[in-house]
């Protein structure tokens, strides 16, 4: 059967909203300090707000993100079951009339407000209703009007598109929130394509347009895409017949609260409302130690960042934050789908998420932990075992891409983190209807910057980039993090037969040291590990990470990605842990800003060595779009792994028993 958590619907149904506080007798009494904010908390944070005067009593004042204020680090490492604990939320909210943006943190116990700082000259993560505003700052602009007519396009057939966040390339004063926007038809049948060639700079605080920009060309009739309609597929394949994944004897797991345990594995899990997916507290149960051993305090993924490569305005301003921008869409909960996105053996959990208006949201069945065959763990000769491994996953629809984010977790104590790529390519409107050589379409040396999936209809070539924050804790909190590659041993007296080969180990000390690039030929991986706690055989115990492919951002040094994501321009980044370095692009990456995050930390160059570090990796996918893509493609992948490595000192699943042979075999 489908298996669904009461936690958070008892939560729901317990609690009854009204426009007053709530007494101090309805507040839950939880069971970690990690415990994710759940819908009345998200209720609290609204009306203390409201109490103080911090914002407006209508749809104005707007709710970037609501979540928990994690408490500090030396405090969670220090809880114990039964102590009393802070429970804090913080708010982004942002005053749309006024251009004001403020941070607030309430005490959620006390139902108070324990500060509220302006923040001056940024915008909030998220795009709202309220900018569709630039479609009416625009309609009467003369220049707008002119570059419509030239192209006998009547200005009332169209209207803006929301276009992208200008961010550097903007004209307007920083500070204010701004766009860059393409006309699109009113006509819902050609509404999926911009017309090619228009482009106008829309201050939306201001509301006025600071430029025109009118290329003198671009396709400009109306063009009718079959776009993806999942509720008219047209069913003409054979069914096969079904592999079901049923677990007759139980599960290997169990949950509590927000916290899985399995007999090697426990962790927490959360819902974040900018990063989703947040796994936090892991541990690994060592038989031959017999004790839970410490890896990892908090993972997640940080940024998202997708670049496209057409040479278009628009294109160019196509640098998707979608967490930083965006906060991964995640006011547009949607539940994973029983047997797709997860097995049928899988137990699915709500999330509790809100809206720009603060009101919570419960997205049923939007998180699924399940165990799943992991292929072979081992064998040699007749000798076999079977991995089980355990899986936690989530799915979130950001545009036109839909996002799987699954930690895996296998016996032998390593860990796989796998992004899934799905959706619809992102398309634009072109002048050719194939891609024989020779249109009068942009091309650089014969080549077009997209593939012809419709006439007309170019799906561009384009990058998707994954930073992950990996807040390891190998056996505690004093790590260091080094390098290690395959290395040939020169031939001479230490290699006579020119055949030898070491693992090259560099330590970092600093933080400029340890920005690095991936290197396949090499194999090179990064280590964190533990001075203090070693092996039988005086291994250092560690943790490898094992990098994806070493894709690299294509846009040029000085280009608008590299303004706002030069994090992306090194593979591999070490930090000592500060609790308010979070996002590697910085905080509000919508705004008009250059080398925020990572860049800016790492100049201070500070010591990484026997402390307590955070290690950053930026996986990559290159995309060009096949045919076979459209209008939706199939799965892509993404993968890194964390692996010990000196963490025990043998096989620790040597001793794990063969499969048993099911009764009825013949």
């Known amino acids: 059967m489908r298996k669904k958590s009461s936690i958070y619907l008892a939560c729901c149904l317990f609690f009854m909203f009204s426009g007053n506080l709530f007494s101090q007798s309805t507040i839950m009494q939880y069971k970690h300090p990690l415990d994710p904010l759940d819908t009345n908390e998200i209720k609290i944070v609204k009306q203390v707000l409201l109490k103080e005067n911090k914002v407006r009593n209508d749809s104005s004042s707007l709710y970037s993100i609501i979540n928990l204020q994690e408490p500090p680090k030396s405090e969670v490492l220090a809880y114990k079951p039964g102590d009393d604990f802070r429970r804090e939320a913080f708010a982004y909210v942002y005053d749309y009339p006024a251009n004001a943006l403020g941070k607030a943190v309430i005490d959620l116990k006390q139902q108070k407000l324990l500060s509220f700082e302006k923040i001056e000259g940024k915008q909030p993560t998220g795009a709202f209703k309220a900018d569709s505003i630039a479609s009416e700052i625009v309609k009467n602009n003369s220049e707008w009007i002119a570059?419509?007519?030239k192209r006998g396009i009547h200005p009332d057939s169209v209207k803006a598109s929301f276009g992208n966040?200008?961010?550097?390339?903007?004209?307007?004063?920083i500070g204010n929130r701004e766009l860059i926007i393409s006309p699109v038809y009113k006509n819902k049948q050609f509404s999926r394509m911009q017309i090619g060639g228009i482009y106008a700079f829309v201050d939306v605080t201001d509301k006025k347009v600071l430029k025109v920009v009118d290329t003198g060309g671009g396709w400009s009739e109306p063009v009718k895409v079959n776009y993806f309609n999942g509720d008219s597929i047209k069913i003409d394949m054979t069914t096969p017949k079904q592999v079901l994944i049923t677990q007759p004897e139980?599960?290997?797991?169990?949950?509590?609260?927000n916290q899985v345990i399995?007999?090697?594995?426990?962790?927490?899990?959360?819902i974040h409302s900018r990063e989703g997916l947040v796994i936090h507290d892991l541990h690994y149960f060592d038989q031959e130690q017999k004790k839970w051993r410490y890896i990892m305090y908090r993972g997640g993924l940080a940024e998202m960042i997708v670049n496209y490569g057409s040479p278009d305005?628009?294109?160019?301003?196509?640098?998707?934050?979608?967490?930083?921008?965006?906060?991964?869409?995640?006011?547009?909960?949607?539940?994973?789908t029983y047997g797709a996105d997860a097995p049928e053996n899988a137990t699915y959990l709500p999330a509790v998420l809100h809206d720009d208006f603060a009101k919570p949201i419960v997205s049923d069945s939007a998180i699924a932990v399940f165990e799943e065959y992991g292929g072979v763990l081992w064998r040699h000769q007749n000798h076999a075992r079977r991995a089980t491994d355990l899986a936690i996953k989530y799915y979130i629809t950001a545009g036109n891409y839909d996002y799987g984010f699954k930690w895996t977790f296998k016996e032998d104590g390593t860990v796989v983190i796998v992004t899934e790529l799905n959706g619809i390519a992102h398309i634009r409107?072109?002048?050719?209807?194939?891609?024989?050589?020779?249109s009068a379409d942009e091309a650089y040396q014969g080549n077009y910057f997209g593939t012809i999936v419709e006439p007309h209809v170019e799906a561009n070539n384009h990058q998707h980039f994954f930073i992950f924050r990996l807040d390891l804790d190998i056996d505690g909190q004093h790590n260091s993090v080094g390098e290690m590659n395959m290395v040939a041993v020169?031939?001479?007296?230490?290699?006579?037969?020119?055949?030898?080969?070491?693992?090259?180990?560099?330590?970092f000390k600093n933080e400029l040291e340890a920005k690095r690039m991936a290197n396949a030929a090499s194999s090179r991986m990064w280590m964190v590990m533990n001075h203090h706690v070693r092996n039988k055989f005086n291994h250092m115990s560690s943790y490898m990470l094992m990098p994806s492919p070493g894709v690299v951002p294509l846009a040029e040094v000085g280009s608008s990605l590299y303004n706002r994501a030069a994090a992306l321009y090194h593979h591999f980044w070490t930090t000592p842990y500060r609790a308010d370095e979070m996002y590697p692009t910085g905080d509000f990456p919508v705004s008009n800003q250059k080398n925020e995050g990572l860049p800016k930390w790492t100049q201070q160059n500070r010591n990484i060595d026997n402390t307590d570090v955070v290690v950053w990796y930026v996986a990559g996918v290159n995309h060009i779009v096949r045919p076979e893509e459209w209008p939706i493609m199939n799965q892509h992948t993404v993968s890194i792994t964390l692996m010990p490595f000196g963490f025990m000192s043998k096989n620790p699943v040597l001793g794990l028993p063969p499969v048993k042979l099911p009764t009825t075999a013949n």
């Open 490 to 507: 020169p031939k001479g007296p230490d290699n006579p037969y020119g055949n030898a080969i070491i693992g090259k180990m560099d330590m």
């Open 262 to 270: 399995s007999h090697l594995w426990k962790f927490r899990f959360s």
């Open 313 to 336: 305005l628009l294109n160019a301003s196509n640098n998707y934050f979608d967490v930083g921008e965006f906060r991964l869409f995640q006011t547009k909960a949607r539940p994973l």
């Open 250 to 257: 139980g599960v290997n797991y169990r949950i509590e609260g």
């Open 147 to 149: 570059a419509l007519t």
């Open 165 to 173: 966040f200008a961010a550097d390339l903007g004209l307007a004063p």
């Open 429 to 438: 409107v072109v002048e050719r209807v194939t891609d024989d050589p020779g």
